[in-house]
């Protein structure tokens, strides 16, 4: 039962997440990649002021897997390393600690595009 109410509270925290975007989408004309952005910085200010931590451990991949999971590690890793290696570490820290997802996504997007060799749209 424990872990059926994990899944539950992740579907809820990332599909409420997912809804916020959506809204966005409907009634805003920002682009795709500015919503990105948004949902980045967003993320990372949530973390600069210790809130996205919270939701991390209350729904786990819900709230980490979403893009704004990636702007609350970059300041997570900015942060750490600031404390111990001063200007440099606050510089240097966030991508040292998102190293391996920057290099899993690298990887896999060039793997998909050799496999399936991506073409531009027909209009």
Same mark, same amino acid.
């Given at each position: ?28 004309? %920002?682009?795709?990649?500015?919503? %990105? ?17 919270? %939701? ?16 609350? &590690? %970059?300041? !997570?890793?900015?942060?750490? &390393? ?14 040292? &600690? ?22 531009? !749209?027909?209009?």
């Amino acid at each position: 039962m424990d872990t059926f109410l994990m899944f539950v509270k992740a579907f809820l925290v990332g599909g409420g997440i997912c809804l916020v975007g959506q809204i966005i989408i409907n009634y805003t004309h %920002l682009t795709n990649g500015k919503i %990105l952005v948004l949902f980045l910085i967003a993320g990372a200010i949530l973390e600069g002021f210790g809130l996205y931590s919270k %939701l991390v451990d209350f729904a786990g991949a819900g709230a980490s897997v979403p893009i704004s999971g990636f702007g609350c &590690a %970059l300041v !997570k890793g900015a942060v750490k &390393a600031a404390k111990q290696d001063g200007i440099y570490g606050a510089l240097t820290g966030g991508l040292a &600690a998102c190293a391996t997802g920057i290099s899993i996504a690298i990887v896999a997007g060039y793997l998909v595009a050799v496999i399936f060799r991506p073409r531009t !749209k027909k209009k």
